[in-house]
């Protein structure tokens, strides 16, 4: 009393991914082209000396060049507390072409004088944008200028240290 077991030959059955195929070769590029790249800069910063110990110990004069960032303007000193110029802004927006210039030419005059000088002390009040220190600094750094008929950046002050800036005076 054996029951013969019929065995059934099966066959495998094929998957169909051709749909899920044409679906992966659309959303692939579509999500590529879509992402964000993340860009990371990091800029290097100086802490500024003390003026008092670095006074005590030479008696020369500070020979540091100053960039003052206020809210409607932008002093460059050289020395330190000796006003070359101001640049005001222009339509409530840093005027930044302008200061470019300035520093162009205060390295340039700096140059002439036999003074080789890269770095700038960076004075900023509390309330300063994030925006305009970051594109000040940028400023500072370098300028783009056409060199062989290419456009290169040149370097300006690379050198950067930040500070708060001092109190305005009430005859400003």
């Known amino acids: 009393m054996f029951h013969r077991r019929r065995h059934r030959h099966r066959e495998e059955a094929e998957l169909d991914i051709t749909s899920f195929m044409n679906l992966m070769i659309i959303l ?11 860009r990371i800069t990091v800029l290097d910063l100086q802490l500024p000396k003390s003026a008092s110990s670095k006074a005590s110990e030479t008696d020369e004069p500070n020979k540091q060049i100053e960039l003052i960032i206020r809210d409607d303007y ?3 000193n050289f020395p330190a507390g000796a006003p070359v110029e101001r640049v005001p ?3 409530g927006e840093p005027d930044l072409p302008a200061l470019s210039e300035l520093l162009q030419q205060v390295k340039q005059t700096l140059k002439n004088q036999g003074i080789d000088k890269n770095d700038i002390v960076i004075l900023s009040e509390p309330d300063t944008p994030y925006q305009t220190l970051v594109s000040a600094m940028d400023t500072a750094r370098s300028f783009r200028a056409v060199v062989a008929a290419s456009v290169v950046n040149a370097e300006l002050f690379p050198v950067i240290s930040l500070g708060d800036a001092p109190a305005q005076e009430a005859s400003e």
């Open 28 to 38: 692939v590029p579509v999500l590529l082209m879509s992402m964000v790249f993340a």
């Open 74 to 76: 932008f002093q460059v």
């Open 89 to 91: 802004h222009q339509d």
